[in-house]
């Protein structure tokens, strides 16, 4: 059974700096395509980055790209999202998820997902 555990959330002011983690269990955490998720209120989810099982390679929002950084730890499990200058923007519940359409970093209807952890970011 496929579990996902995202922690690192957390209120920091704007211009501020969290680490989320996802610790995976119940699968082979080297062959699925993961990613970071976020909803806002009254939005829609939306893909953040995720990255390739095989290789590697990394694919991010256009809104996060250069701030926010997709990686993964194997041997651990664990799947990382170093988020650097943050704007209130960037508040939302975040989300890790396993098995994601890499390319355009979005969900397939067999995505898992963990429960989440909440960002605020003040201005």
């Known amino acids: 059974q496929v579990e996902l555990v995202e922690s690192g959330g957390g209120s920091v002011q704007a211009g501020g700096s969290l680490r989320l983690s996802c610790a995976a269990s119940?699968?082979?955490?080297?062959?699925?395509?993961m990613g970071w998720f976020r909803q806002a209120p009254g939005m829609e989810r939306e893909g953040v980055a995720c990255i390739y099982s095989s290789n590697g390679i990394t694919s991010y929002a256009d809104s996060v790209k250069g701030r926010f950084t997709i990686s993964r730890d194997i041997p651990k499990n664990t799947l990382y999202l170093e988020m650097n200058s943050l704007k209130p923007e960037d508040t939302a519940m975040y989300y890790c998820a396993a098995g994601v359409y890499t390319p355009k970093c979005a969900e397939l209807p067999n995505t898992y997902w963990g429960q989440g952890t909440q960002v605020t970011v003040s201005s």
């Open positions: 119940g699968y082979n955490f080297s062959r699925y395509n």
